[in-house]
């Protein structure tokens, strides 16, 4: 399922990232500031601080808290309580993802498995070239989970 409206698509996005900093941030700070660091390093910037991060983590995690809250309200109020419910369903799995693995596996399994796989199935449907119906020889897919079934993608 994807949102109607752009700055539903946009604020989706946006708080998506944010999620995934604020949560590795929140409860992986010191492996956080290590690999931050590292990149930074890498391209020759300073490092930052413990503290720095500290107050990243402290703000951005309540921002993207109610941003998601407003994001389901904005879904409820368009008719959308399906797209509510599912992304909520994807935000707490995600959560327990960055939870329980260390930040450079969960980072990588969330961009390697998870994020790329929802570009790629929005590309096709961009393209018209939607998976079909029931997705044969695909089994139950990420979509079934989120609610989509038997549709594997939705048409643009």
Do not use: I, K
């Not at 941003?67 to 959560?95: F, I, K, N, P």
């Amino acid at each position: 399922m994807a949102a109607r409206y752009r700055a539903q698509w946009l604020a989706h996005s946006v708080l998506r990232g944010g999620l995934v900093f604020a949560v590795l941030l929140w409860f992986w700070p010191a492996e956080t500031r290590a690999l931050s660091n590292g990149l930074l390093a890498l391209a020759g910037a300073a490092p930052v601080s413990a503290g720095a991060l500290g107050a990243v983590a402290h703000g951005l995690g309540p921002l993207v808290l109610a941003g998601h809250a407003l994001l389901w309200a904005s879904y409820c109020l368009t008719r959308q309580a399906s797209l509510a419910l599912a992304d909520g369903l994807e935000v707490l799995l995600l959560g327990f993802l960055l939870v329980a693995l260390p930040p450079v596996l969960s980072a990588g399994v969330y961009f390697v498995f998870w994020h790329s796989l929802q570009y790629v199935l929005r590309t096709n449907a961009l393209m018209s070239r939607p998976l079909p119906v029931g997705c044969p020889g695909w089994g139950p897919s990420w979509a079934s989970f989120c609610g989509a079934w038997p549709r594997c993608w939705p048409s643009a």
